[in-house]
């Protein structure tokens, strides 16, 4: 082999070498490239969701029809409403610059188009669903009903739609009203979007006539009685895509008060379902319990109600799951008195059997004759999941019951909302003897639970207490007043364990009025039995790639927002430990009038949510013990429980809605305390951290997914 031979031979191993170790690191790179993409999506969480899709047999002969050519009819209709009826119609929808009315029975019925107010989120919460253009167009019908008291009165109960929600807005649609005798629903191409819950009936008298506008309706029927729909698949699977934050899936349905439990390797969440801010029923509410459960965090599926409404005295309070004789169990409260006057229900009877026996008694309510069911009472799951059935069982005359089987296996009730105190019985089934007739105090609903060597009371919005679980009954302190307590912007937290001797705290947070999205997150405690928050890795909404906006800031840094929801995360070095300030705030993307601040003082380890249009730091806000009002989700401080002798990490969750008509702040410190709070009307489009005494390194932001 010549010298050339040899240097080519050399030249061309050493390029095959280069190439190689070329390759290698490009792979390398490439695979640790998809290892941090990988990292940086979380694993996707789904709620399967019960069909929305109803079908109606109309079959039979219509009672009344109209079309075209016959566009107005008289109407003979029963006395009796209480069986109520059916209208089918088929309507063209189209713009509309004022009011057009496109069905009537004068007097009685109404279905209208009209334009919203884009800014008016009110009762009904239009502006969840916008047309391109910002307008908000909307379809509503309005029964008058006569009142259960006063016949000369009358109220129109209107349910609705904002165009925008349907998947083709303008056109044909199929469209029914359905007035069953409880329920006032609108249905259209067979999905239900609409419901409230009557009180009082239309007046037949009145219903003699009825027409159409031929501009937009081609044809119409009336059945009587109304038709019983039956439930039907959907076309598609109905999915959403997260239970952090989770609502129904409706523009005005919201989660209300939440009660858990864990049984059989299933972790239960019942909600009272809430439409109009606790404004359906003519204010009374109209709530029941809904419910949805998971066996792995990861899918979670929602059942059937757990506790319809079935009569028009009907409208639910909270209580608890439990378990009783091996049977799941719920308990709640018929909150009849925000209907009738007490003197009209049975809690007088209740009282006074309680009064001159020493204990409940048991009423089936089916058999009480002239009075209205109002108490306690509770329902069966039939198969251990869902499918429960009431029980239509009288038991006391509190109307917030929390029952629980305590750590001995003993059945004790927290009475709330018209009594107070603790009760104990052998059965559910009445014979409830009063324990303590000062403690719990009442009011807003209670939850018991054990965590190791101690014993809290966590009640309703702002109360919490403690004690050694070796301790008497009457050793409860006020950890609210102590300023331990863990409260976080929820309302009605309810507290469950799950297996690995961890604790789950579920709720709701308030938004236009009451009810709001479904917040869950864990606690932790500590050796002295004080109580931490942390989020719930296993329900952390996914997120995307990862961005880093810088790797080390001290004093200020300002950083543009793409995306409306976003998790953002970094970590907080002190120059001297337990010392120094950090704001950071979320800002729309022109101007500060609906931003927020979340200020962090390590010298205090104290931390809140303010309103800051200055440069400087927002002025202290109040926490629970000093009479701030956590609960409101607004701004409000918490303290206590926060380690910074240390570096730690924060990491911040914005969830940006139509639907919340504003932005949800949900913020992790340390993975010591958790703090929530809704901004109306903010939508953020620029960061702005602030800092003194300290340095924030690694910050980070990633766009949430779909």
Known sequence: MNQGSIFNCGFALVMNKRFISLFLLIFTLMGMMACQEKKAVSKQVKVELQSPFWSFNTSRTAKSSLSGTVPEAGLLLSDDQSKGFTIRFTADIKSVAREQTLLEIPQVLKVYLRKHDPDDRKIQNYPAYKMLDGSVPVLEASLSLQSPWDPKKFQDMTVGIPLAILDRPEGKHDIILQFSGVQWTIYIDGRLYDNDFALGYPLASRMKLWSLNPDYVSEANLYEPAIQPEQIAAPTPQIASNIQYWTPPYHNAWVGDVVTFFHDGRYHVFYLFDRRGHASKFGRGGHYFEHLSTTDFQTWVEHKPATPLEYQWETFGTGTPFLFNGKLCISYGLHTTRIYPKEETTLPMQWTYLEKNGYTGSFNYDTIQGLVPAGSTYSISEDGVTN????????HPCENPSIYTDPDGNLKMLANY????????????GGWKCLDADFPLGGDCTFFFRWGEYDYIIGGFTRLWSKLAKDPEFAYKDVVVEGTDFYNGLSVPAITEIPGGRFLMAGWLKMQNWGGPLVIHELIQYPDGRIGTKWMDEIIPATGTPKKLSAKLTGTGDFPVSSKSFMLTFKVYPD????????????PEKGEESACEWQLQLDKARAQYGTNLTATYASSEKTLREGGAPQTASNYAIENGIDTSKPFMVRILVDGSDKFGGSLIDTEIAAQRTMI????????????????????????LAPLSD
């Not at 429960?388 to 038991?395: D, E, G, N, P, W």
């Not at 018209?418 to 089934?429: E, I, P, Q």
């Not at 010392?579 to 800002?587: A, I, R, S, Y």
């Open 677 to 700: 709070s809704y901004r109306p009307e903010l939508t953020v489009g620029n960061l702005r951290f602030c800092m003194e005494g300290i340095s924030v390194q690694d910050i980070s």
């Open 388 to 395: 429960f059935k009431k029980t239509h069982i009288l038991y």
């Open 418 to 429: 018209g009594a107070r105190g603790t009760w104990k019985a052998d059965s559910v089934n």
């Open 576 to 587: 001297q430990p337990r010392q120094g300030n950090l704001k950071v705030l979320f800002l």
